[in-house]
Nanobody, 125 residues
Framework: QLQASGGGLVKAGGSLRLSCTAS????????MAWFRQAPEKERELVAH???????TYADSVQGRFTISRDSAKNTVYLRMNSLKPEDTAVYFC?????????????????????WGQGTQVTVSS
């Protein structure tokens, strides 16, 4: 139901834009987000955007990545600039239809009930 695209191989300092579109029945999500998972590491939140357009970023990407959302198209984007080799990972888009009573819960993958298939981002040094 979530289709991610836009990954690839890029040199350090380069840019990529990821897209994630929900297909099928129209969904209204409380929030959409991007997670990433590097080999032998846990899946971590990269960026989050709620229904009001409020954004949250991991400290490691703050100032380099920008998440945006087109609610009419049920699409979320992740613009990644100044990429570093440590950004190499599989990136997953996620969405949740339920409201979270506490902001820190947004960092937990288990709080999201829709997931895309993942797209590989590789940054060479």
């Amino acid at each position: 139901q979530l289709q991610a695209s836009g990954g690839g191989l890029v040199k350090a300092g380069g840019s990529l834009r990821l897209s994630c579109t929900a297909s099928g029945s129209p969904f209204r999500f409380d929030a959409m987000a991007w997670f990433r998972q590097a080999p032998e590491k846990e899946r971590e939140l990269v960026a989050h955007i709620d229904s009001g357009g409020i954004t949250t970023y991991a400290d490691s990407v703050q100032g380099r990545f920008t998440i945006s959302r087109d609610s009419a198209k049920n699409t979320v984007y992740l613009r990644m600039n100044s990429l570093k080799p440590e950004d190499t990972a599989v990136y997953f888009c996620a969405a949740r239809s339920r409201y979270l009573p506490s902001a820190p819960l947004r960092y937990l993958p288990s709080m999201y009930n829709y997931w895309g298939q993942g797209t590989q981002v590789t940054v060479s040094s």
